[in-house]
């Protein structure tokens, strides 16, 4: 495995407002000089959460993914996060994992946010997804995700972990702040694997505040960094293969893991 860079962008976003996200997300991509494995965007980078997303769901050959793919392959990087989709006369919530040579990967947000009122337009997705990067197995999820251990549970077979790493995107309001910061350290730990948490920052149309604490998290619950709390900020974070591969092979927890299926 070598070492995974990977770039978090902490940011504001424009209500309901897809063109200028877009624009203020690609400012702050072009502008850094780094060479770059995978850049995360928050969730529902292009307009906000929750909103209605019948004026503003994309299908996926229209402007957001051919921006994703554009970014992409101007940076050769993968770049990822959730938007608004739709098929047929279903909405989802949709994490897009775009390569620079323009295939991609979807995974639809699981555990939608009956307290927001998120499951009365948006269709819950029923499978989970991991990705390879760089000889790096990674497991990309939304959001309200977090709070379901039983979903984002890792596994363990014949000396083999299912990822490497876990990754959350998120609008994640200032109010509930500390379960945010708590049940990524809890990730890390009982999964034995990186975390990355990418969070906006702001006040949004509906007068919500978010801190941003975007964060990565090494599989001991360490924070290798946290971004500053409800500043507009990006920072790069290199995730070592080697001490993830040490830390395993010297306190192997997941030989003793419960084995269980999932039924979904």
Not at 3 to 26: A, H, S
Not at 122 to 127: A, M, T
Not at 178 to 194: D, G, K, S, V
Not at 222 to 239: H, M, P
Request: aromatic fraction near 12%; proline fraction near 4%.
């Amino acid at each position: 495995m070598k070492d995974l860079k990977v770039f978090i962008i902490q940011t504001d976003l424009e209500w309901e407002t897809p063109q200028q996200n877009r624009e203020n997300f690609e400012h702050l991509i072009l502008k850094n000089q780094e060479s770059l494995d995978l850049i995360v965007l928050p969730e529902t980078f292009t307009t906000g959460f929750p909103v209605d997303p019948r004026p503003f769901a994309e299908s996926e050959n229209e402007e957001t993914m051919q921006w994703m793919h554009r970014m992409a392959l101007e940076t050769g990087a993968v770049i990822t996060g959730s938007f608004l989709m739709k098929t047929a006369e279903k909405f989802s919530n949709s994490l897009i994992w775009m390569r620079p040579d323009g295939s991609y990967e979807r995974y639809d947000k699981r555990h939608v946010f009956s307290m927001g009122g998120e499951h009365e337009t948006i269709q819950p997705g029923q499978k989970q997804l991991i990705v390879e990067l760089n000889g790096w197995k990674i497991r990309p999820m939304v959001c309200y995700d977090l709070r379901f251990p039983v979903w984002s549970k890792n596994h363990y077979h014949n000396g083999t972990f299912e990822y490497d790493m876990a990754l959350y995107v998120a609008n994640w309001p200032a109010v509930r702040a500390y379960p945010w910061n708590q049940l990524l350290i809890a990730r890390a730990i009982e999964n034995m694997a990186y975390i990355v948490g990418v969070n906006r920052v702001g006040t949004d149309g509906l007068n919500n505040a978010y801190n941003g604490d975007s964060q990565v998290l090494d599989a001991k619950g360490n924070i290798i960094f946290r971004a500053k709390k409800g500043e507009e900020t990006t920072f790069t974070a290199t995730l070592s293969g080697d001490e993830l591969q040490r830390f395993r092979k010297k306190f192997d927890v997941g030989r003793d893991w419960d084995s269980f299926t999932l039924l979904t």
